[in-house]
């Protein structure tokens, strides 16, 4: 530099003062200065380019393994809840444990560290996982709280965790099988949840749009104080009667709202470890059983609509009736000619069979597809049971039809059916969904006659009198109803000591506006020489349901005029 100074020096003129004139070298300096920031900027220009260029690039690529793949379980879903607001299902966060193995310095300390919190790790599992070398895989799902804390401080190296979303059910085993449940990934597999998603929430969350603030909560038609009474009702009676399952529903008549639906044994959604055992089954919409003699009302029901009976009719049920290799006996048989509402109250099979063959196979088998017994119920809820009937109807499968051997069906079914009897002959598809009784009259279909409805209501009214409905009997609410005590078929024969019971009662029958049916699976005595049938099984249970829920459904009690049977004009 000074060789250089000292050139400038020389070759610079001075002024008139003796000062050294730097003007050329000035502008040697400028001009490199100059250069030097055109091409810095060129330089960071050129940096700039490549990187945005780099990004565009990696935008218009797939996903790599480098870090946590995109997951639904980020998506929301909205709030399931009930009639009133009350809350069944929400979303709550959760972490889960990953890990990168591309920089996990130790696979064996790792799962030994892991192994101190998460002492259920497969080791081999997770130990192929760890020298996959891949950029990114689960270790665990859903952890808590405390073991998110502890693992952090074991100060593993390579592993993280990512903020997911799970749903959480308030109401646990109560609402299990209406509500439903999500797999480990937030998607609906079961109940209302899967309706949820097969009507759009699935391709929200794929596309990214399913935003919590957007999401509606989903209102269902059930009141979850009646659930649970529902619910603890069925469970009760399980251990009460010794019985393999059992279940309830109550149904809006008006609606066709379920206002309540339980199954036995059941599971907890918040952990369904036995979820999918083989006697987790809800037994109301997707269990198939011969209804016994609760089809009687569909049968006296059809016999008065056909025109060819009236309640002045008469049977005569003294003596069994063989076909083929089968005889229909009477279970408490009176020996004698019966009327129409004998037949009925004294729950006669020979009775029953006359009447059907009355309407003629045919007509028999159209009536319970009218009523939509026969037919695959449409729903919301997803696990609904087809039912089943003989390919090719005779003579044999409309007698034993008629006190309801032979045919399957759904026990949600049955009490729609006989929501139809009631409610001015109108069959009205069930809903978990909130309905009003003008939107319920718009999908309605006419079944049956005012005429027949009349002479329904009067017998479900007289059996709980005087027949063997008395057990369902509330002070007050003016049930009236019919028992079905069925032989189950073991080994393919039908057992007398196996038996499947149900209830099907309204209420309060001067002007219905409730069904309630209960169901009991194989329910043996409550105490040693006490009967097993419906009439002291599944009927107190549809007594305690209406006695405890009614309140709240707000039927107001009546007790002027307790079960008053007043018979009808034909």
């Given at each position: 530099?000074?060789?250089v ?5 020389k ?6 003062n ?13 001009g ?7 091409m ?10 490549a ?14 393994d ?7 379980v980020?998506?929301s ?13 929400t ?18 300390e ?26 990114f ?5 859903q ?19 990512r ?17 439903g ?8 597999i ?5 309706y ?26 059930i ?60 037994r ?23 025109g ?5 009719s008469?049977?005569d049920a003294?003596r ?23 037949v ?14 009355v ?11 009218r ?8 729903t ?28 399957s ?7 729609v ?9 109108f ?5 978990f969904?909130t ?8 999908v ?23 027949g ?30 196996v ?64 079960n008053?049977?007043t018979?009808?004009?034909?």
């Open positions: 530099m000074i060789g100074l000292n050139k400038l020096l070759r610079s003129p001075r002024s008139d003796g000062s050294i004139v730097l003007d050329s070298a000035r502008k040697a300096t400028g490199k200065t100059r250069t030097r920031v055109v810095t900027m060129t330089v960071f220009f050129g940096i700039y380019i990187i945005t260029g780099r990004l565009v690039w990696l935008g218009f690529q797939g996903p790599s480098s870090g946590p793949p995109p997951s639904r980020t998506a879903r909205p709030d399931i809840v009930d009639r009133n607001g009350e809350v069944l299902a979303d709550i966060r959760t972490s889960s444990l990953f890990a990168e193995p591309r920089h996990m310095v130790d696979a064996d790792a799962i030994e560290k892991l192994a101190t919190v998460l002492p259920e790790i497969d080791y081999e599992q997770t130990y192929k996982k760890l020298k996959s070398g891949a950029g895989v689960w270790l665990q799902r952890l808590t709280p405390k073991q998110q804390s502890e693992i952090m401080q074991l100060g593993i190296p390579g592993i993280g965790f903020t997911e979303k799970r749903r959480f059910y308030p109401a646990g085993e109560t609402t299990s099988y209406v509500v449940l999500t797999n480990i990934d937030n998607q609906g079961s109940g209302m949840e899967k949820i998603d097969d009507q759009g929430l699935a391709d929200l969350q794929q596309s990214g749009l399913a935003v919590a603030r957007d999401l509606k909560p989903v209102k269902l038609s009141d979850l104080r009646v659930q649970h009474i529902v619910r603890d009702e069925v469970a009760t009676a399980m251990e009460k009667y010794h019985a393999i399952a059992a279940g309830g529903v109550v149904l809006n008549i008006k609606t066709g709202e379920v206002m309540a639906m339980a199954s036995v044994p059941d599971f907890d959604p918040n952990n369904p470890y036995n979820a999918q055992e083989k006697d987790r089954l809800n109301m919409s997707a269990g198939l059983y011969e209804m016994g003699s609760t089809f009687k009302s569909f049968t006296t029901a059809m016999a008065l609509d056909s060819k009976v009236t309640m002045d008469k049977f003294s069994p009736i063989t076909i083929g290799r089968q005889t229909i006996r009477d279970f408490h048989g009176k020996g004698r000619v019966l009327s129409v509402p004998e009925f109250i004294y729950s006669s099979n020979i009775g029953s069979a006359k009447e059907a063959d309407v003629g196979i045919e007509g028999h088998r159209e009536f319970l597809h009523l939509g017994v026969l037919e695959k119920m449409k919301e809820l997803p696990e609904v049971a087809k039912p089943t009937e003989p390919k090719v109807w005779k003579k044999v499968h409309s007698i034993t039809a008629a006190f309801g051997h032979g045919i069906t759904t026990p949600l079914q049955t009490a059916g006989c929501a139809a009897l009631m409610n001015g002959g069959l009205i598809q069930p809903t969904l309905r009003t009784a003008d939107q319920a009259m718009d309605a279909k006419k079944v049956v006659s005012e005429k027949t409805v009349e002479g329904m209501r009067y017998l479900y009214t007289l059996n709980a009198e005087k063997s409905g008395k057990n369902a009997r509330v002070a007050g609410y003016r049930v009236g109803g019919k028992t079905g005590t069925a032989e189950k078929v073991i080994n393919g024969r039908y057992s007398k000591d038996r499947f019971n149900a209830f099907v009662a309204a209420f309060p029958m001067d002007d219905p506006q409730y069904i309630v049916l209960t169901i009991i699976d194989e329910p043996k005595p409550e105490k040693p020489g006490m009967g097993a049938t419906a009439g002291s099984n599944a009927a107190p249970m549809v007594a305690n349901i209406i006695r405890r829920s009614a309140p709240m459904l707000g039927v107001k009690p009546d007790f002027g005029q307790e008053a049977a018979m009808v004009s034909y």
